[in-house]
């Protein structure tokens, strides 16, 4: 009888999430973390078996603004039409796209390996069968959510270092020490932004144990970015990769 009760609870809880589910790419696109998609993940898996969601209509919105962010920088950067011209298409397929393909694919193998079920040494959560997933039948980590991941994580980096940046280089680029601190603080909180982002989408999986792992490289950025406050320009170092294939 509990357990009846039970499972009609989860039923409603799942039914209440999946109307969460509507709202996914104009919301996300507009705060850009992964903490209001967690209801959608689940959702999805609670109805689909699979935390795997197939609506590319972010990763178009985004890439649709890194294209019209890399004409921008073209106009700006690019000493002639065609340099112009192919740098928004490196922007979209090199910048945001690779990227995040190579992320996921790094993701894909090791976090499910690492922070996987049944790693020796490592207790995972208890984590409950035969509601959702059959009893049995092992959850495991998809390539296609690893990707969603990485692309609802790059938004801070578009917002940050492609538009933040932009607007503020005439300030960063001067030889000035408030200058230093704004352009390096745009690549703390971009890359630290990005990190708790993909910390959260692994979270939401309840196979995964230990995720809070995946917030180390944080703390690595706030070393480095101390330690660059000493004169090191990071945008100065930064740019000239960037702007890779306007010249």
Not at 46 to 74: C, E, Q, V
Not at 160 to 181: A, E, G, H, K, N
Request: proline residues 6%; hydrophobic residues 50%.
């Amino acid at each position: 009888m509990n357990e009846a009760h039970h499972i009609g609870r989860e039923q409603g809880k799942g039914a209440d999430v999946a109307g969460q589910a509507i709202q996914i790419p104009s919301d996300g696109l507009r705060n850009g973390h992964m903490g209001d998609d967690v209801s959608a993940y689940r959702a999805e898996e609670k109805t689909k078996n699979t935390y795997h969601r197939a609506d590319p209509s972010f990763t178009y919105l985004l890439a649709f603004f890194m294209f019209l962010t890399g004409i921008a920088w073209g106009i700006a950067y690019a000493p002639s039409i065609a340099p112009a011209v192919r740098l928004p298409l490196i922007f979209v397929f090199g910048h945001f796209l690779a990227i995040s393909v190579l992320v996921a694919t790094a993701a894909f193998f090791l976090v499910g390996k690492l922070l996987g079920p049944g790693i020796a040494g490592l207790p995972g959560r208890r984590r409950q069968q035969g509601l959702f997933t059959p009893v049995g039948e092992a959850e495991s980590l998809e390539f296609g959510y690893c990707f969603d991941v990485a692309i609802r994580a790059f938004f801070p980096v578009w917002v940050t270092l492609y538009v933040v940046q932009f607007l503020l280089w005439p300030l960063i680029s001067r030889d000035y020490w408030i200058s230093l601190f704004l352009g390096n603080t745009l690549y703390a909180v971009a890359f630290g932004y990005y990190t708790i982002i993909c910390f959260l989408g692994y979270n939401a999986l309840p196979f995964l144990h230990h995720t809070e792992l995946l917030l180390s490289p944080a703390f690595v950025y706030a070393i480095l970015w101390i330690i660059s406050l000493f004169g090191f320009n990071i945008p100065k170092h930064i740019l000239p990769l960037l702007t890779i294939g306007a010249r």
